[in-house]
């Protein structure tokens, strides 16, 4: 799928479940210290790229930890922290009966879903949870519905659909793509480039 | 397929060195440990032991004297046998060439680095691409989580090349002797002293 407007795409900045290497699934879980300054980075990203008051869209994923970053990018970018839309088919992958756990315990506890999933993440979901394969189709989705510029915040694997999907990076080199945290990814004409910051 | 971002990495900076305490660039000199770099060792076995199952993991330290004997401070430090790792030459740090034996300000002010940092090769030395080839074949020679004992170099550009960082914002990263690097779930975690 190719896309005809410019779309960028941040990750939220660093949560407690991250530094605690939990799950976080569907689970709330705040901005650390450090997630916070990541969010201002993106935001003064994003302005370097677009300017002050840019009008373009702003879609988060409806959970906290997205929507604490889109007001921070925001708030740099000179708007109405709370002006920005949500839309559930940003949300995070559903770890299912993962959430909330660490890898070593998830490996321990579910070891054939842990080893099958590790081996097939596009067709085999998380136990009680998601498959890539079913997070890439509300994420394509929500691509074709995309009528202008937009600026999203998402989660891991949600941003590594949106970067990957627009320009035909195959499914397994897709849930290969970083996570990165603290940078802005511009895909426009088939092209993902990561904005200076 | 080889995906390195699939395991949780936990990234170990060697235990200051008599180079690092008298403001020299190590390079591949033998460099031995100081008295404090072997406490910042042992200190980060026991943080390992705190926040990872150390049984389930795979140990990997550059060949250089300094990582090797961080490695073995570490795993006793964990519970674990010393000698229970591989040593990688891959994980070395940068070869400085002639440029060994500098003061760090001038060996960063040359300028030929200065100019072009990425692909500078120092004489009878290593351009920082030619170290990241090296390491990026490493990586993706991993086959489960794992523990890795490196240098500076190499700690910077295996953060980078995890979180997907650009080699620039990945050269501006301090990684401190006592560093303990956790890079999990395309997320990083600072632990250590």
Known sequence: MSLRFTLYVARHGQTDANVANRYPGRRETPLTTLGREQARAMGRALLAELGPRPTLKFVASPLGRAQATMRLIRAELELQPDGFASDARLLDIDHGDWTGLTPQEVRARFP???AEHTGGRWDVPMSGGESYGDLAARVESFLAEIDSNVVTVSHGATSQMLRGLPVG????????????????????????????S | ????RSHT???VRHGECEHNAAGWAAGHDDSPLTAKGREQARANGRVLAEIADVTALEFHASSLHRTCTTMELLREAAGLPPNGYRADGRLMEGNLGDHARVPVQDFLRHEGYAADPWNYVRPNGESHAMIFARVSR???????????????????????????????????YHMPNAGLLRLSMGSEAAFGR
């Not at chain 1, 397994?172 to 793509?177: E, G, K």
């Not at chain 2, 397929?1 to 390195?4: A, E, H, N």
């Not at chain 2, 991993?142 to 490196?150: F, N, Q, S, Y």
Request: hydrophobic share 45%.
């Open chain 2, 9 to 11: 990495l936990y990234l």
């Open chain 1, 112 to 114: 054939e879903n842990f």
């Open chain 1, 169 to 196: 990076i195959d499914p397994v080199r897709i849930t290969q793509l970083p996570e990165t945290q603290g940078v802005v990814f511009r895909v426009r004409d088939n092209v993902v480039t990561q904005l200076d």
């Open chain 2, 1 to 4: 397929m080889p995906d390195f």
């Open chain 2, 138 to 172: 490493f990586l993706d020679s991993l086959a489960r989580d794992a523990v890795i004992v490196t240098h500076m170099l190499p700690a910077q550009m295996i953060r980078a090349h995890y979180l997907g960082l650009s080699p620039e914002q990945g050269m501006g």
